[in-house]
């Protein structure tokens, strides 16, 4: 069954510190894989898209890792700031097409 | 060029009767997508429709629930006689493209309430 699992569910970190969240897939055959964040009542807006082949990718103060062996992700979000909370969502596409499996997301809340 | 629009924002339908969500993609893309989001829990896969096509509806509930893109107007998803379990927010997304590699981008959602 192809799943995606995320860790931790939630997560406070004081403002201006790191954080690295993680997600583990078990999603066969596996085409990329994609980090979102997601306001409270809004939709998920895409911060990275990762290919089999890439181990790194950054956008800002966002670095996402890809470890295609282990079936390993994770999110690193640095000098956090109270905009970054939020809902991160774990997504992996399976597939030809655009059909996107999610994780249930870790939410996390930076305080100041 | 405005993003995905979805209408309305929120919806309120007593048990029994219809719930019409609409979603105008982006300009340029064909490809729409339907995901529902119950409480607590994470996205899901509903419908993927290109215009006056479904394409995979292995998501969507069998009774009760349909979808359509025709070929003038926004998407609806449409679902009849709705019970209380229809409780959720339900997202559109749209791609220009259907591969793989091509992002889809969401809408605000639509909040539908079954009271």
């Known amino acids: 069954k192809n799943q995606v699992e995320q860790s931790p569910q939630s997560l406070i970190i004081l403002e201006g510190k790191n954080c690295t969240l993680q997600c583990n897939y078990t999603v066969s055959p596996f085409s990329n894989l994609r980090w979102y964040k997601q306001d409270t009542g809004r939709g998920p807006v895409s911060l990275t898209i990762?290919?089999?082949?890439?181990n790194t990718k950054s956008n800002g103060r966002y670095t996402a890792t890809l470890d295609a062996d282990t079936k390993q992700s994770s999110l690193h979000i640095t000098a956090s700031q109270l905009s970054d909370s939020a809902s991160y969502i774990c997504v992996v596409i399976s597939g030809g097409y655009n059909k996107l499996i999610f994780g249930a997301g870790t939410r996390l809340a930076v305080h100041p | 060029n405005a993003g995905v629009m979805q209408n309305p924002r929120h919806l309120v339908r007593r048990r029994g009767q219809e719930a019409r969500l609409r979603c105008s993609p982006m300009?340029?893309?064909?490809?729409v997508y339907w995901y529902r989001q119950l409480p607590e829990e994470g996205l899901k896969f509903m419908v993927y429709l290109q215009k006056e096509n479904i394409i995979d509806e292995s998501g969507m509930p069998k009774e009760r629930f349909s979808a359509e893109f025709p070929k003038e107007g926004p998407s609806i998803l449409r679902i009849q006689q709705v019970v209380r379990g229809d409780s959720a927010a339900y997202f559109c997304?749209?791609?220009?493209?259907?591969?793989?590699?091509?992002?889809?981008?969401f809408g605000q959602g639509t909040r539908l309430t079954v009271v």
């Open positions: 997304a749209s791609s220009p493209l259907g591969d793989k590699n091509t992002e889809a981008f």
């Open positions: 300009k340029g893309h064909s490809h």
């Open positions: 990762m290919t089999f082949s890439e």
